[in-house]
């Protein structure tokens, strides 16, 4: 993996054109997944399916040719390893039975099942060795501030009030919550890096809905921990933090976590990125999913504005959030050729 483009750049590297990948790349917008999905059936029969998961892992990479590919996988595998009862609900989005009490949180198990997760780190094996040489595949996890407010609501919510009303009701309860998933996430990434990925990202899509002490106590501290766990293993791979929506407190968290590169959503500034996050790691992103679905001038425009702008250190190409499911595939094709020229 010397040469991959994607793997220099987390090392620190600035490149003459960007590594590219996309969050989501594997998914409903590919005709190709649609009709696996089809026959799949539910969302986490693809998901423990290593045949079926491995494919669409490898869909993109066979089609756009993108620096990386991502696990095909789910955040909530977690709270489903934990003894939570999982389900997608057609058009809905995921449901899980609500841990709102201490006797809820009583009835989930202490580690992970690694037997419901055997299936994940058999992808894993089933990618890498399908992937074309000097091609990365990257494993991922949920930050615990995210799985948490699913696994308290036992669905998602706008304002994250659920989980916000337990740790201000039992802030005892809730941390034993974090406590659990900070281990068992990190034991899980170890075990992906185990079966073969070659980097990781901690997805925190929630930690904008915290204001400043609940963000360091909820997902700064919580993520150093699986940070810390993870290199106490691996001290080679890199870990990508991912704190959607934190904007200005992204370079505390850089400092404290000690991630290798972050990731950036579409609303942040450009020139506060260039000053106060760039000097200290390898950034990635962030171009806006509703640009890419919509095409044209303005997306081209803001391509060479986002290659302008953060392409002189060390940079990833990417979105701000995932690739929107009617995005057509000429705007990636386009995407692809312009992050390239």
Same mark, same amino acid.
């Given at each position: 993996?010397?040469?991959?483009?994607?793997?220099?750049?987390?090392?620190?590297?600035?490149?003459?054109?960007?590594?590219?990948?996309?969050?989501? $790349?594997?998914?409903?917008?590919?005709?190709?997944?649609?009709?696996?999905?089809?026959?799949?059936?539910?969302?986490?029969?693809?998901?423990?399916?290593?045949?079926?998961?491995?494919?669409?892992?490898? $869909?993109?990479?066979?089609?756009?040719? #993108? +620096?990386?590919?991502?696990?095909?996988? +789910? @955040?909530? %595998?977690?709270?489903?390893?934990?003894?939570?009862?999982?389900?997608?609900?057609?058009?809905?989005?995921?449901?899980?039975?609500?841990?709102?009490?201490?006797?809820?949180?009583?009835? @989930?198990?202490?580690?992970?099942?690694?037997?419901?997760?055997?299936?994940?780190?058999? =992808?894993?094996?089933?990618?890498?060795?399908?992937?074309?040489?000097? =091609?990365?595949?990257?494993?991922?996890?949920?930050?615990?501030?995210? %799985?948490?407010?699913?696994?308290?609501?036992?669905?998602?919510?706008?304002?994250?009030?659920?989980?916000?009303?337990?740790?201000?009701?039992?802030?005892?309860?809730?941390?034993?919550?974090?406590?659990?998933?900070?281990?068992?996430?990190?034991?899980?990434?170890?075990?992906?890096?185990?079966?073969?990925?070659?980097?990781? $990202?901690?997805?925190?899509?929630?930690?904008?809905?915290?204001?400043?002490? +609940?963000?360091?106590?909820?997902?700064?501290?919580?993520?150093?921990?699986?940070?810390?766990?993870?290199?106490?293993?691996?001290?080679?791979?890199?870990?990508?933090?991912?704190?959607?929506?934190?904007?200005?407190?992204?370079?505390?968290?850089?400092?404290?976590?000690?991630?290798?590169?972050?990731?950036?959503?579409?609303?942040? !500034?450009?020139?506060?990125?260039?000053?106060?996050?760039?000097?200290?790691?390898?950034?990635?992103?962030?171009?806006?999913?509703?640009?890419?679905?919509?095409?044209?001038?303005?997306?081209?425009?803001?391509?060479?504005? @986002?290659?302008?702008?953060?392409? !002189?250190?060390? #940079?990833?190409?990417?979105?701000?959030?995932?690739?929107?499911?009617?995005?057509?595939?000429?705007?990636?094709?386009?995407?692809?050729?312009? %992050?390239?020229?």
């Amino acid at each position: 993996m010397t040469d991959s483009l994607f793997l220099r750049a987390l090392s620190g590297e600035t490149l003459p054109k960007p590594p590219l990948w996309l969050m989501r $790349q594997a998914g409903r917008y590919l005709p190709e997944y649609r009709a696996l999905r089809a026959e799949a059936g539910g969302f986490l029969d693809l998901c423990y399916n290593p045949k079926w998961a491995a494919e669409v892992t490898l $869909q993109p990479i066979r089609r756009f040719g #993108f +620096d990386a590919a991502i696990l095909f996988s +789910d @955040i909530l %595998v977690i709270p489903h390893a934990l003894g939570q009862k999982l389900w997608f609900a057609q058009g809905e989005g995921p449901r899980l039975e609500p841990i709102a009490d201490e006797a809820r949180f009583g009835e @989930i198990r202490t580690e992970i099942d690694q037997d419901v997760l055997a299936p994940v780190y058999e =992808t894993v094996r089933r990618v890498k060795a399908a992937l074309p040489v000097g =091609t990365p595949l990257i494993g991922f996890c949920g930050a615990p501030w995210t %799985v948490a407010t699913y696994m308290v609501a036992g669905r998602g919510t706008p304002d994250k009030g659920p989980a916000k009303e337990l740790f201000r009701r039992d802030p005892s309860l809730f941390a034993r919550l974090i406590d659990r998933l900070v281990v068992n996430s990190a034991a899980y990434l170890n075990a992906q890096i185990d079966a073969g990925v070659d980097a990781v $990202q901690i997805f925190d899509s929630w930690a904008g809905s915290l204001g400043p002490e +609940d963000f360091r106590r909820w997902c700064i501290e919580p993520t150093k921990r699986i940070v810390d766990l993870v290199r106490a293993r691996h001290p080679q791979v890199k870990i990508i933090g991912f704190p959607r929506g934190a904007g200005a407190g992204i370079p505390d968290y850089v400092r404290a976590t000690g991630v290798d590169a972050v990731g950036l959503e579409t609303e942040i !500034d450009r020139s506060f990125v260039r000053e106060a996050i760039q000097p200290l790691v390898p950034v990635q992103g962030h171009l806006d999913p509703e640009l890419l679905r919509a095409g044209g001038t303005e997306l081209e425009r803001e391509i060479a504005a @986002i290659r302008a702008a953060f392409g !002189d250190r060390a #940079f990833v190409f990417n979105l701000g959030h995932g690739i929107l499911p009617d995005t057509p595939i000429a705007h990636v094709e386009r995407l692809v050729e312009l %992050v390239r020229a």
